[in-house]
């Protein structure tokens, strides 16, 4: 694609424009009975139950231009909607898309954006239905809707753990929020002196944590298949200690983390400690992993048993309410969770 390219939106106008992101959309979920082009779109989702969630994205709030590739974002904003369907350990089937667009963003960045998100789509196998789009004052703008379905027996939700239940994570964390940290690192160098290159060199792992994060979908799908269906869960986007702690004050229970049992990469507790920072309080309350958080019972343990492949973390145990939320550090010290949680409004 040429980047050098610049036509205004207003050449096509907003039907044009419409219909130039959407020409090519091929329906691929049998539930799908009308797309992008009605009044409103059409499903037909039998005898399932529906799950719906939506995420916004503001420029300037969540994502920072200067840094963060159209083609990325798009993907991203993808991911972290279909993310809270497989939370729910449900199915995504369809997503709308609405945008809010700033002059400054000519058609081929559209493009681009759009490539983003007909390649997670393609990935998560959803089908874009439809989104509404207006010009916008104040930067970017994404606002994306999941729908999903599951049998009413699947459905999981963050209020059934259970004392003595196991809890399990699907990755290493922190990554993502190292990532921001070197971004934003850069980007003060680059502001400070434009002739110097940014030296993103060696952190491929922790940048495509933040700029390409992918829903665990292979996480929901195995569970299935080894027949374990969890007491509760939760996707990570506002950081492990928060989101534990959704799930014991929506349970009624507490919980025991272990300082040792939590995965962190090698090149984010590096970059970490290069900034000067613990990479332990990255991965408890940095966010924006998208990996899954949930408890299971112990009887269900023995499943998980020879399975290669899948790397699921046993970090903790659920207790009694009345024992509180505890990390246990290495010096076998009790630190209570403190939900810090990635909250824009906070800053
Ligand atoms: P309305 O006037 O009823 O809001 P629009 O002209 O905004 O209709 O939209 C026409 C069709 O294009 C609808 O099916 C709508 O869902 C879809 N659509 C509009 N904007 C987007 C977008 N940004 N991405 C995907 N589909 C869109
Ligand atoms: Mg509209």
Redesign the pocket.
């Known amino acids: 694609m040429s980047k050098i390219q610049h036509t205004e939106i207003g050449q096509l106008g907003?039907f044009g424009l419409?219909r130039h992101l959407t020409n090519d959309i091929k329906l691929k979920q049998k539930t799908t009975i009308k797309g992008v082009g009605d009044d409103a779109a059409v499903l037909d989702l039998k005898k399932q139950q529906t799950v719906v969630t939506t995420d916004l994205l503001l420029e300037g709030i969540h994502f920072d231009l200067t840094y963060t590739p159209l083609k990325h974002l798009g993907y991203k904003a993808i991911a972290v909607n279909v993310s809270d369907v497989y939370a729910m350990n449900a199915t995504p089937g369809q997503v709308t898309v609405?945008i809010g667009v700033s002059s400054k963003l000519s058609v081929e960045a559209l493009e681009e954006l759009y490539e983003g998100i007909y390649a997670a789509c393609d990935y998560y196998n959803v089908d874009l239905i439809g989104?509404?789009?207006?010009s916008s004052l104040t930067g970017l703008t994404i606002s994306v809707t999941a729908i999903g379905v599951a049998d009413k027996k699947k459905l999981v939700y963050r209020n059934g753990a259970k004392n003595n239940d196991l809890i399990c994570v699907s990755g290493d964390l922190g990554a993502a929020y190292m990532g921001l940290q070197l971004l934003e690192r850069e980007k003060r160098v680059y502001a400070g002196n434009p002739n110097v290159q940014p030296d993103l060199s060696g952190y491929d792992y922790i940048l495509s944590r933040q700029l390409k994060p992918q829903a665990r979908k292979d996480i929901i799908e195995f569970l299935d298949e080894i027949d374990v269906k969890p007491t509760s869960m939760i996707d990570i986007s506002d950081g492990l200690s928060s989101e534990i702690k959704h799930i014991c004050s929506q349970s009624k229970t507490g919980c025991r983390l272990y300082e040792n049992k939590i995965p962190i990469d090698p090149t984010t507790s590096m970059l970490a400690e290069e900034m000067g920072m613990n990479p332990l309080v990255a991965a408890l309350n940095g966010g924006e992993d998208y990996e899954l958080l949930f408890t299971i019972s112990q009887d269900d343990y023995e499943k998980f048993a020879g399975k290669e492949g899948v790397n699921i973390y046993l970090i903790g145990h659920i207790t009694e309410e009345s024992k509180g939320c505890y990390l246990v550090t290495n010096a076998d010290q009790e630190v209570e969770l403190q939900a810090q949680g990635w909250n824009p409004l906070k800053k």
């Open positions: 907003e419409i609405s989104g509404d789009t207006s």
